[in-house]
């Protein structure tokens, strides 16, 4: 079992709460993060909400079950728990305001891959942080376009 751990920080022009409401939007998720469904499983978005992200096609989907175990709004932080049983770890999410009209988004994620050699975890965490600075930058035009309707 390998250790995935990858940190995505993006600065974005776009106001702190729009993008933190945005990213807390869990079935939105499936709108900016390519080939993915999201399954709320239980709960109201808040603390204790358990979802399912799966991302892939056919057999070659991969489901994520996850809780989300901590969500501060005035702070604008998440903690997530991934509850397997194929993926197990941690996912924290943070948005800081730089000004009224910009942001820092980081997005952590601390992951155990059965299956998956030691020696591909940094490969492997290269290539996650890539494709989540990919859905960072769908995420932040869907924003966009919301703010402009």
């Given at each position: 079992?390998?250790?995935?751990?990858?940190?995505?920080?993006?600065?974005?022009?776009?106001?702190?709460?729009?993008?933190?409401?945005?990213?807390?939007?869990?079935?939105?998720?499936?709108?900016?993060?390519?080939?993915?469904?999201?399954?709320?499983?239980?709960?109201?978005?808040?603390?204790g909400?358990s979802?399912?992200?799966?991302?892939?096609?056919?057999?070659a989907?991969?489901?994520?079950?996850?809780?989300?175990?901590?969500?501060?709004?005035?702070?604008?932080?998440?903690?997530?728990?991934?509850?397997?049983?194929?993926?197990?770890?941690?996912?924290?999410?943070?948005?800081?305001?730089?000004?009224?009209?910009?942001?820092?988004?980081?997005?952590?994620?601390?992951?155990?891959?059965?299956?998956?050699?030691?020696?591909?975890?940094?490969?492997?965490?290269?290539?996650?942080?890539?494709?989540?600075?990919?859905?960072?930058?769908?995420?932040?035009?869907?924003?966009?376009?919301?703010?402009?309707?």
């Amino acid at each position: 079992m390998a250790q995935v751990v990858f940190t995505v920080r993006r600065s974005l022009r776009l106001p702190a709460q729009a993008v933190f409401d945005e990213l807390i939007d869990w079935s939105g998720h499936a709108e900016w993060v390519p080939m993915t469904k999201v399954q709320i499983l239980e709960g109201d978005g808040g603390v204790g909400t358990s979802f399912v992200a799966t991302t892939g096609l056919g057999k070659a989907a991969l489901p994520d079950r996850m809780r989300v175990e901590a969500l501060d709004r005035e702070a604008m932080t998440v903690h997530i728990v991934k509850i397997g049983p194929v993926l197990t770890g941690d996912v924290h999410l943070a948005v800081t305001a730089s000004s009224n009209t910009t942001c820092e988004l980081s997005w952590v994620e601390d992951v155990r891959v059965p299956g998956l050699p030691a020696f591909l975890a940094r490969p492997v965490a290269a290539a996650a942080s890539k494709a989540f600075t990919s859905s960072i930058d769908r995420m932040a035009k869907r924003v966009t376009r919301r703010s402009q309707v």
